[in-house]
Structures are given as C-alpha cells and as structure tokens.
C-alpha cells in the first residue's frame, strides 16, 4: 500500500491511522475468506500495538490470518511492515459476517462504484480544527471512495479519522519539539457511518498525562451527533 501524504505524519513517518486502514483491510479479508459462502463483513473491534518507533516510510505491507467461529463470527492477526521490512505494529481484529441489513443494522448492500477510477479524491479534506480544555474536536468531510458496500464509512477510514484527532490532542498537550510514538491504539465499532456529504467528527481528550504515558480516549460521530465509534490510545511523547 503505498501513503498518500494525508496518510504520513509531520516527519514523513506512516500516521497510526494509516497503518489501522490497512489493518482493518487486510484483517477483515483474511478473516471473512474463512467463509464458505461470500457475505458482507463488518468490524466490531479494531486493536493495534506498536513495539518500536517507525521510521521514514511511504509504503506499507500487512499479511494477516482469519478464522471464522460459530458460522458468523471473525477473528484475525497480522502485523504490518515498512518498505525497509523493519515491523512496524502488530493487529487483531473481531468482526461478524453479515447477510443483510437486518442482521446488523448497517445498511443493504449494493455495488458502489469505485470512485478513485471515477478521477474523484481518496484521501479526507484538512479537518476544521477546535480545541476546548484537554480536548480537540475536529470536523472532517471524507470523500465517497472511503465508503464500503453498504454506502457507510469503511471500518480502517474509521480508525483513521480518530487517530487524527488523537494525534493533535497529544501534539497540543506536548508543545513545540516533541511527538507522539504510540504504544496502543484500538477502536470499538458501535454503528455505521453513512457517507452522504454531511460532516463526520471525532474528538479526543487526554485522561492522563504522565511521565512516561499518555493514555487518550476518544470518539466518532455521526452528523446526527450519535457516537459511531469510541477508541483509546497510549503513547509516549519523545523529543525530535
């Protein structure tokens, strides 16, 4: 997968949010090829670790394995690598299969056009930015190509509009000179997200800064205010 630069962080490193759209792609594909039968997938959970500090890298590879429990239930593993092979995080990722709208509640399925072929962006406009105490909420607009078949917000597009707002809570928090390297960050998946032009926002607050951890919830909304997504972070803050 190679990084559009939306998708690298100020020193040109893979964003976190980055490597959680290729997690949730690669996972999600290698846990619903478990099927017999081709059904739709959906996430529930979303959890990655980060044993080391990545490197300068513009492209990213996943290999990941599945399984499939109980007939409708996904589970997978994988990890993700720079272009230099050195490992970058590690993933796992709990999903159902689902046949239709009934059983999840997140929309019928349909063939979308891909609308990267179409000449249209693939990658989010720069999100409005507000900060209030411990906390940021940023406001974006994503364009139709991160929808997935059901016409809602792809699970990794998710992850990566929270990790946005996570970073810049962290960066505010830690001042001029210094960066976030994450140690975890995961995402629970409580409704879809339509995308259907209306503004998506997510927000971030910092619920403890220590010495040598910053632990940060956040959360996703729906443009009705409903919160589609909740995640939490922990990183240490280093010196460039």
């Known amino acids: 997968m190679s990084l559009p630069a939306a998708m690298l962080g100020p020193e040109g490193w893979p964003a976190a949010g980055a490597m959680a759209v290729l997690a949730d792609s690669?996972?999600?594909?290698?846990?619903?090829?478990?099927?017999t039968v081709h059904r739709g997938a959906v996430t529930v959970s979303l959890s990655i670790d980060f044993p080391a500090r990545p490197g300068?890298?513009?492209?990213?590879?996943a290999v990941g394995t599945g399984r499939l429990t109980d007939n409708d239930?996904?589970?997978?593993?994988?990890?993700?690598?720079?272009?230099?092979?050195?490992?970058?995080?590690?993933?796992?990722?709990?999903?159902?299969i689902v046949d239709s709208v009934r059983d999840t509640g997140w929309g019928s399925r349909s063939d979308?056009?891909?609308?990267?072929?179409?000449?249209e962006p693939v990658t989010p406009s720069e999100p409005e930015v507000s900060a209030s105490g411990d906390g940021v909420r940023l406001t974006h607009t994503v364009p139709p190509a991160w929808s997935n078949g059901w016409g809602n917000l792809h699970g990794g597009?998710?992850?990566?509009?929270?990790?946005?707002?996570?970073?810049?809570?962290?960066?505010?928090?830690?001042?001029?000179?210094?960066?976030?390297?994450?140690m975890h960050f995961s995402v629970d998946y409580l409704r879809p997200i339509p995308v259907d032009g209306r503004p998506i926002v997510s927000e971030a607050r910092i619920v403890h800064g220590g010495v040598s951890v910053t632990h940060v919830h956040g959360q996703v909304r729906r443009a009705d205010?409903?919160?589609?997504?909740?995640?939490?972070?922990?990183?240490?803050?280093?010196?460039?």
């Open 26 to 35: 690669t996972l999600g594909l290698a846990a619903a090829s478990t099927a």
């Open 56 to 61: 300068p890298s513009r492209s990213l590879s």
């Open 73 to 96: 239930t996904i589970f997978a593993t994988g990890e993700m690598s720079g272009e230099d092979g050195r490992l970058l995080c590690t993933a796992s990722l709990h999903g159902l």
């Open 112 to 119: 979308h056009r891909n609308a990267a072929s179409q000449g």
């Open 157 to 182: 597009a998710v992850a990566f509009l929270a990790e946005r707002s996570i970073a810049e809570v962290i960066r505010r928090a830690a001042g001029p000179g210094r960066r976030e390297r994450y």
């Open 225 to 240: 205010g409903r919160i589609a997504a909740r995640c939490r972070a922990a990183a240490r803050v280093d010196f460039r």
